[in-house]
């Protein structure tokens, strides 16, 4: 009867010991997963300017994005584009300066990353106006409204743990123009891009 009593009570205390340790292992792997799910989010605030052709004339754009590192390889986010210099169209007889505003979302995949060297794809999407000034005009007026789209290639450099600074290019797609001697063609262009970008 005792050796009954005392093998049960080693085996009551073996079982005890037992789900103490696996229930100290979950809250530790808890603990990691929560610490790692808090590194991957990140806020980012990014801005951008560079060059492309609009009715076969050069201009200068400048981007600001704000989003989210979701996980090392993805961010998402919105964004807001507007020409910093005025376009001469090149297309029509009369003197007519263009220019436009967009705003939308984004998406970078992060395909790459070796130490403090990236590379990304960011895929952006959205609408905006387009505006213009002819000789009678006193200011710009809004022409006509359009849907917008680019895919690029960025190469990425982090200089700090919070500044990063990013090149490539791509090509910027429109829909939807057709108003005042302006159509989707005269938009559509490659691009280079200069980026900052603050992830914290």
Request: charged content about 20%; proline content about 2%; glycine content about 10%.
């Amino acid at each position: 009867m005792v050796k009954k009593f005392a093998i049960a009570t080693i085996l009551m205390l073996f079982a005890a010991t037992s789900s103490f340790a696996e229930l100290a292992g979950m809250g530790e792997n808890t603990a990691t997963k929560s610490e790692e799910s808090s590194d991957g989010i990140k806020a980012l605030f990014g801005i951008s300017g560079g060059n492309s052709m609009i009715t076969d004339d050069g201009t200068i754009f400048m981007n600001l994005r704000i989003g989210i590192d979701f996980l090392p390889l993805i961010s998402a986010g919105a964004w807001v584009s507007s020409i910093m210099s005025d376009v001469k169209n090149h297309n029509v007889k009369q003197q007519q300066m263009v220019n436009y505003k967009a705003f939308g979302g984004f998406v970078e995949l992060f395909p790459l990353r070796i130490d403090k060297f990236s590379l990304s794809v960011p895929i952006e999407i959205g609408g905006g106006a387009v505006s213009a000034l002819e000789p009678d005009d006193e200011a710009y007026e809004s022409e006509d409204y359009f849907f917008i789209a680019d895919m690029a290639v960025h190469f990425n450099y982090r200089i700090t743990k919070m500044l990063e600074v990013s090149i490539g290019g791509g090509y910027r797609m429109f829909a939807g123009i057709e108003a005042n001697n302006l159509e989707n063609l005269d938009f559509c262009t490659p691009f280079g891009e200069l980026r900052f970008t603050v992830r914290e």
